[in-house]
């Protein structure tokens, strides 16, 4: 994100007043690309048809169902969501934060703080979002060394050969074929499962 392009924000608030007085805040702050949802009903539908690139929920003494819906947007959306109520509990904060929430204001919203309060949010989510990237690529290549080391095993048994040759012979076919080593052990994985 450029500094020279203003992220699209969206900002979902039932009360028009609140909102006004947020878009004014934004703009003051050289945020210019601002949408305001007031309509709960199919809200996710709505944030995706818009996709923003930060998410504010202005609520003023929001109920736990309106929390909870909160919580469902902010996990299903995967974009920072800074959302500012005017009181709260330890519960609701720990939801939130739970929900992936990345900033979550009490006292409500004052319109100096805005800049500073979506930085913050934008650069927690980026953290986040980069954890969550990593532990994915981790998982992912645990997954790929399972499947190689089942698909040495059945080469050792077909062919008998030793580990490190079932691994040489991987590692050759890749490299000839131009794939990598995990996908030549799932289809030997594959075809086995066929031959049985």
């Known amino acids: 994100m450029g500094a020279e392009q203003s992220p699209k924000i969206v900002i979902v608030d039932d009360s028009p007043i609140r909102a006004a007085i947020l878009k004014e805040g934004l ?11 007031s309509e709960m009903q199919s809200l996710l539908a709505r944030i995706y048809a818009f996709d923003p690139d930060i998410i504010l929920i202005d609520l003023e003494n929001p109920s ?3 929390l909870e819906q909160m919580f469902q947007v902010s996990r299903a959306v995967r974009r920072p969501v800074a959302m500012f109520v005017d009181q709260s509990d330890a519960a609701s904060i720990q939801a939130s934060v739970d929900a992936g929430v990345s900033a979550y204001i009490v006292d409500g ?6 800049r500073p309060v979506l930085d913050l949010c934008v ?4 953290a986040f979002a980069k954890l969550q990237d990593e532990l994915d690529r981790t998982k992912s290549a645990l997954e790929e060394r399972k499947v190689i080391e089942r698909a040495k095993g059945i080469l050792m ?8 040759e079932a ?19 799932q289809s030997i994985l594959t075809a086995s499962e066929l031959l049985k």
């Open 27 to 37: 703009r003051e702050a050289g945020y210019t690309d601002v949408v305001h949802i």
């Open 64 to 66: 736990r169902d309106v």
């Open 109 to 114: 919203f004052r319109k100096e703080r805005i």
């Open 123 to 126: 650069s927690r989510f980026n």
């Open 157 to 164: 048994k077909l062919k008998g050969l030793t580990e490190d």
């Open 167 to 185: 691994y040489v012979l991987l590692r050759s076919t890749a490299m000839r074929e131009k794939k990598k080593i995990g996908e030549i052990a």
